[in-house]
């Protein structure tokens, strides 16, 4: 199959990392690299695609919160600042 899109024209192997591990990652690369035993031709790039910065929130009062348009939603690590009202 990769020669097949790599003749079809492939120039760049794009691999999404938030779901593979490092392992996956590599056989990925080990498998590009290979193709090009099997068959010579353009090298291909290859793109990480690392996973961005997440936000992950606690228990949500009733178990969802619904936002309305042009409502201030302020995102914090500080419990402090977290009204006791809006706790679960």
């Known amino acids: 199959m990769l020669l097949g899109l790599r003749n079809a024209g492939m120039n760049v ?3 999404n990392m938030s779901h593979g591990d490092h392992a996956y990652a590599k056989s990925i690369i080990d498998n590009i690299k290979k193709s090009f035993e ?8 290859i ?4 996973k961005g910065p997440e936000i992950r929130l606690g228990k949500l009062k ?3 919160a619904t936002l309305s348009s042009g409502q201030t ?3 914090t690590t500080d419990e402090k600042k977290v009204p006791t009202a809006t706790r679960a």
């Open 62 to 64: 009733d178990g969802q």
């Open 73 to 75: 939603l302020t995102v």
């Open 38 to 45: 099997l068959q010579d031709g353009r090298p291909i790039g």
């Open 47 to 50: 793109a990480l695609d690392t």
């Open 13 to 15: 192997a794009r691999m």
